[in-house]
């Protein structure tokens, strides 16, 4: 074998690892399920002293990173699947926005929107905000 049939050779071998690595590092799609999953746990789980029904961007961003464990880059990737299922037509107020500079978004009428909760969850939500 020639030094050109050997490059080649070497050439094809990487290229059928990259082909192999990119294939297995594949992006899946966020499915609207998961979002489901977030936005459940915003209104029926969480537990703490930032109950809300309303959230900044980098709130989401925050509270999907500690439910998912996952990085900003997942996390955000979860958000733009959000504003793309209509989390934008759920702004507190379409002129104020958030100390963070981020618009605030209703998480109660996002979950209405899709029926992500049912009417006795959202009861129990605002009762649990109102104690």
């Known amino acids: ?9 070497i050439n094809i071998e990487f290229l059928e ?10 992006v899946q799609p966020i499915s609207k399920d ?5 936005v459940r746990y915003l209104i029926c789980q969480k537990e ?3 109950l809300s029904a309303t959230y900044s961007e980098y709130e989401l961003i925050y509270e999907i990173i500690k439910l998912k464990k996952c990085d900003t880059h997942y996390a955000k ?5 959000m504003d793309l299922i209509g989390l ?13 500079g981020t618009y605030t ?9 899709h029926n992500f909760v ?3 969850e959202i009861e129990d939500f605002v009762e649990r905000m109102n104690h």
């Not at 074998?1 to 050779?9: A, G, T, V, Y």
């Not at 998961?34 to 977030?38: A, P």
């Not at 990737?77 to 699947?81: E, P, S, V």
Request: glycine share 0%.
């Open 1 to 9: 074998m020639n030094l050109e049939e050997r490059i080649n050779r």
């Open 17 to 26: 690892r990259d082909c192999k690595s990119i294939l297995k590092n594949t």
């Open 34 to 38: 998961e979002v489901c999953e977030i």
């Open 48 to 50: 703490d002293y930032l």
């Open 77 to 81: 990737r979860i958000l733009n699947k």
């Open 88 to 100: 934008n037509y759920c702004k507190r107020d379409f002129l104020s926005r958030s100390i963070d």
């Open 105 to 113: 978004y209703n998480i109660i009428s996002f979950a209405k929107m």
């Open 118 to 120: 049912n009417n006795q």
